[in-house]
């Protein structure tokens, strides 16, 4: 099994700053992909920004340029930096995490969800 544990979420003002971390721990051999999605009230889960292991990165259209999402191999943590925040922003963010448990395995064999943290941003 794969835990993921985010931290980093909270309440900021329009145009301000937060940086979202999660880290995964368990039986991990290797991770392919590390992302970010949200999900508002009323609304479906969507895609903020993944990052492969070999780094390549995807963002939203609604969040390029505002946001960077980075990672740190050694520590299987995936950071979420998000600027010029827009109330539009406010949601629940959720970590995701795609990899393989043993070497044995020629393709990804877990996708392990966070537990999701909220980011409100309101004056």
């Known amino acids: 099994q794969v835990q993921l544990v985010e931290s980093g979420g909270g309440l900021v003002q329009p145009g301000g700053s937060l940086r979202l971390s999660c880290a995964a721990s368990g039986s991990i051999f290797s991770i392919s992909a590390m992302g970010w999605y949200r999900q508002a009230p009323g609304k479906g889960r969507e895609l903020v920004a993944t990052?492969?292991?070999?780094?390549?990165?995807n963002y939203a259209d609604s969040v390029k340029g505002r946001f960077t999402i980075s990672r740190d191999g050694a520590k299987n943590t995936v950071y979420l930096q998000m600027n010029s925040l827009k109330p539009e922003d406010t949601a629940v963010y959720f970590c995701?995490?795609?990899?393989?448990?043993?070497?044995?395995?020629?393709?990804?064999?877990?996708?392990?969800w966070g537990q999701g943290t909220q980011v409100t941003v309101s004056s």
């Open positions: 990052i492969t292991g070999g780094g390549s990165t």
């Open positions: 995701n995490v795609e990899g393989k448990s043993s070497r044995y395995y020629s393709k990804p064999d877990f996708s392990s």
